[in-house]
């Protein structure tokens, strides 16, 4: 990736973004996605192109440089990917050609549309304005780029947009899945879900029951802030949420990621949830927004993520004598399997575990699964 492609300033605010990446200085889903989207909308303003495949190519490799500095933060590759879907739309729209006809690879869906009736379409008309731009001009290299920045700006805001709306969207129909007296269990520090609740409350009376979620104890801010809010709020320990869970009506959760078989990765505690509201038949329900949606799969292990914080938060390093005898680990997420997920609630509506795959086909473009 060298400096001239994109301006040295451009350059230094991606090892910027890096290096905090891999310092965890920026964590969460949405302020990770929110920093890198600032940072590719940098780059693509100041980037030298001449065609569409060499500002891929620029987003790309950007792309790659954060998400090896902290592949544990799944928002900054969707993020990159959800950018180059919107661009190369951008482009087609701009270009008149017609996504059908570009060169894609080869696909499992595609071969199965191969037997499908062919439709007849006409060719889109160009309007005089777009057919100006030309790729790889010799007389002005940069003319390709000059006429299509504006659009790719455009694009990026969009994607900027949706992030910032995120939570407004995802609790606008928040008084639909929470009844009047119904209890509700949640766990952790979750804005999306701090968000929904606070919104089904001036529809709704109803009660919120927050496990602490110990060590980080994430629950005690969550609880506070929707006690606050005028919520009827209880705040108990991670080990009484079975005892409790034949009380509850539902489960709400908020998610790190969310894979392309239904499952996700969500914050530590989150298993003991889901396990006991199934076995109690008690519905589960994720608000999570689109940009975590990931189109990968769970390679790590079958019960959580490989992502562990101080161990001296569990087991100080005060007790010497035991330190030495036990293996203490402090995770930060659990993986919870799709089958004890009810539906997820984004801000592109309600759908099962199931559609999840579908969503993110239409979503991101297939060649930008692996960056």
Known sequence: MSPDTFGGASQR?????????????????????LETLLVLRQVVSKARFSNMEQLVEIIRSVGRRLVEAQPKEHS???TVRK?????????????????ATAPQTFSIAKFVLLGQPRKHTVAPKLAEGKATLKENDPDDPDSFARGLKPVLMEAIQDVLDELETVYDNVSKNAKDHIHSDEIILTLGMSKTVEAFLKSAAHHRKYTVIVAETAPTYGGREMAQSLSSAGISTFLVPDSSMFAIMSRVNKVILGAHAIFANGGMFATSGSLLAATAAQAHRTPVVVCAGQFKLTPLWNLYHEYGALDFGDPNAVLGFEEGDLVDKVEVVNPYYDYIRPKLIDGFITNDGDHPPSSIYRLIKETYDDEDNEL
Request: proline share 0%.
């Open 76 to 78: 900054v590759g969707n």
């Open 83 to 99: 950018v180059l879907h919107h661009i190369r739309e951008e482009y087609y729209t701009a270009t008149g050609t017609n996504a």
């Open 13 to 33: 605010s991606v090892e910027n973004l890096a290096s905090r990446l891999r310092r965890r200085q920026v964590v969460g889903s949405r302020a990770t996605a």
